[in-house]
C-alpha cells in the first residue's frame, strides 16, 4: 500500500497510470497523478524548486 501523493496536486496516487520518476537536479523522487500527467501540469521539485512539463 502506497502512501505517495502526486508533486504537482497532492492527490493520492491511487490511479493506475502515475508515474514516479527522480528530479534531474537534486535526485528527489517527483511524482504525478494520470489527471497531471494528461493534462501536462508542470511540477516543481519540493526540495530544490526544479520545474518542468
Ligand atoms: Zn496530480
Ligand atoms: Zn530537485
Avoid: H, N, W
Avoid at 31 to 48: A, D, G, M, N
Amino acid at each position: 500500500m502506497s502512501d505517495k501523493k502526486c508533486t504537482s496536486c497532492s492527490a493520492p496516487l491511487a490511479e493506475e497510470g502515475s508515474t514516479v520518476f527522480a528530479c534531474p537536479m537534486c535526485g528527489v523522487e517527483i511524482t504525478r497523478c494520470y489527471r497531471c500527467r494528461e493534462q501536462s501540469i508542470p511540477y516543481s521539485c519540493p526540495k530544490c524548486g526544479f520545474g518542468g512539463p
